[in-house]
């Protein structure tokens, strides 16, 4: 596997004129008329259409992503919202029914069968299951399904506080809680829980809304619930509902203890008798929050420097992105919250947003979203859009492995080892405590779409209950019981991307097994790590990560050998 950086090229058009652009219906329904009427008379000729096929895909899915990435860097822009909502109210919807009948296309082509299964099986599958599922009458609720769940950001991005007179987002706030005067956190913390819970009824009613249409889609589909609907259209080839069930419980067994040592090792430094939700990420009196940067220009300058150090291919994608204006890095109000990586498919140099403020926390996500962006250069060369359509247990892989590999190299951001000891002590915080927390909202989303017709204040107490079930009960949340009632709203995927989390998980668990693996010989694992990405979706979950050189295995027996792996690394931490 090479090490050297070579720059991708957008991919050249054959089918569409190298000025076309997309701006309305009108201008697309002929070619895809042309493509679902064309006569297919050889193998050549299925794989040629296959390319026009792809190469459309690939013009409207970059424009779309466009239209996204100009929203949500700044969700007060009326123009880029309305060129977002045109496109999912005027063109998506229009789009389906044809993806429907270009899909039957190909598989009632005779010559289906002669394609190479090796590199076609996972594309040839997804495509027998999306016509499976397919209904004419989901189309306009799945536009309006999108269209809502993009109201999740606008409610999140107008949030704020004030504090000394300066008003802060609320990820540019969150940066008070590693602070070491206790008065402080506990101020802003307050002050942001309060601000939350003034908008918990408008998104319950958002989420209600959400929740009815989406049952109503599944529905449609023949499905008796959501939840079940929504594992076939994930494409959840490789695992079932009881595989998640066994994740819960192995997580709540085997990574929870770990857990229990990190929050109790964090109340002991902090030297507390009773540790307060405020205190989760604070550092002892006269130990300063760390502050690995302070502009988006050195977050990325030396993410590039970091990942020069892994290799240098790595740096490559990074400094490709710098140089055509494809990050925006710093939080600022009206933007929309949270952090991606998205991939453009024609191209090929993908997009970061994130609201970095200045953390270490902020570090880890260009880290991550730095994986995302090496797996769209490493899979673009595919010669079909639908194969860099990867799953996200292959997607988180790649990024959540990236954490962990370039946690050696921080010392680009801490010249005190001190500091450097924290930052990777935090990101092994972040690394654990993040499966009960994926355990809790997988759990929660099970119960959510298998209790229909349920009422808010049954969800509250099934929250409360599932919450309380992956929780190490080490922090006394007296007085904020409210808070802790509706803090299932802050989290994005609920709204806007429903059942995408335990991927999370899942790959979370695989990257501490790539890291395994890197511990005992780099390179191997740089090479495996390169093999795999690079092959996007034409190999099953399972083979591709055989090819990262490990185990695609959610089983209580193999969870319990990562978590003693970690447990002597938290040991060597100082983590009792």
């Known amino acids: 596997m090479t090490q050297q950086f070579t720059p991708i090229e957008k991919i050249k058009r054959s089918y569409l004129p190298e000025d076309f652009t997309v701006t309305d219906w009108a201008s697309l329904q002929p070619k895809f008329d042309e493509l679902v009427a064309r006569n297919i008379d050889s193998k050549d000729q299925l794989e040629q259409w296959l390319r026009d096929v792809s190469e459309l895909e690939a013009v409207i899915s970059e424009d779309a992503c466009w239209r996204q990435i100009k ?5 007060t822009d009326k123009t880029c919202e309305e060129a977002f909502t045109f496109f999912c109210m005027e063109i998506e919807p229009k789009m389906k029914p044809y ?7 190909l598989l009632a082509s005779p010559f289906a069968k002669d394609l190479d299964t090796s590199v076609y099986f ?15 009458e989901n189309v306009q609720l799945q536009a309006d399904m999108n269209l809502l769940a993009q109201q999740f950001g606008v409610i999140s991005g107008a949030m704020s506080i004030e504090m000394d007179g300066k008003e802060y987002t609320m990820q540019q706030a969150a940066k008070f809680l590693q602070n070491p005067d ?3 956190r506990e101020e802003v913390f307050v002050k942001m829980a309060n601000r939350r819970l003034q908008d918990k009824d408008k998104l319950n009613d958002l989420f209600n809304k959400l929740i ?3 049952q109503q889609i599944a529905k449609n589909a023949g499905f008796y619930s959501y939840r079940d609907y929504k594992f076939r259209e994930l494409g959840r080839f490789d695992y079932t509902v009881e595989d998640c069930f066994a994740f819960h419980q192995a997580v709540k067994e085997h990574i929870l203890p770990l857990q229990a040592m990190l929050v109790n090792y964090r109340k002991q430094r902090l030297g507390l008798d009773v540790m307060r939700p405020w205190d989760a990420d604070a550092e002892p009196e006269g130990t300063q929050p760390l502050q690995p940067f302070h502009s988006g220009k050195e977050l990325s300058d030396k993410a590039v420097e970091v990942f020069n150090k892994l290799r240098p291919y790595f740096s490559g994608c990074l400094q490709t992105m710098q140089q055509m204006h494809r990050m925006d890095l710093e939080s600022r109000k009206g933007k929309a919250p949270g952090g991606y990586n998205c991939p453009l498919a024609e191209t090929g140099v993908p997009f970061i947003f994130m609201n970095a403020a200045g953390t270490m926390g902020d570090v880890i996500t260009m880290m991550h979203e730095g994986g995302h962006a090496v797996h769209s250069f490493l899979s673009h060369h595919q010669p079909l859009s639908a194969f860099k359509e990867y799953p996200m247990e292959i997607a988180e892989l790649a990024s959540m492995s990236m954490e962990l590999f370039s946690m050696e190299h921080w010392d680009t951001f801490f010249a005190d080892n001190k500091e450097l000891d924290r930052a990777r002590l935090e990101e092994m915080e972040r690394v654990i405590s993040v499966l009960p927390w994926i355990a809790t909202i997988d759990k929660f989303q099970h119960w959510i779409y298998t209790n229909i017709g349920h009422t808010n204040e049954q969800r509250k107490q099934a929250w409360l209950e599932i919450l309380n079930e992956f929780t190490t009960g080490v922090v006394d949340w007296t007085g904020f019981e409210d808070f802790r009632e509706y803090s299932w709203q802050k989290q994005l995927h609920l709204f806007e991307v429903p059942f995408y989390y335990i991927e999370y998980g899942i790959a979370q668990l695989g990257a501490i ?12 694992a740089l090479d495996n790590y390169m093999s795999a990405l690079s092959l996007g979706y034409t190999k099953t979950l399972k083979e591709l990560y055989a090819t990262a050189g490990i185990r695609f295995d959610l089983s209580p027996g193999y969870i319990k050998e990562l978590a003693d792996f970690v447990k002597p690394v938290l040991q060597d931490m100082g983590v009792k």
């Open 513 to 524: 097994a790539m890291w395994r693996q890197y511990r005992q010989n780099k390179e191997q």
């Open 122 to 136: 996972p594309y040839l599958r997804s495509v027998e299951n999306a016509i499976k599922l397919y209904r004419d």
């Open 71 to 75: 929203m949500t860097c700044d969700t």
């Open 212 to 214: 009815d249409l989406r």
């Open 182 to 184: 206790r008065r402080i």
């Open 99 to 105: 993806g429907f009948e270009l899909n039957k296309k």
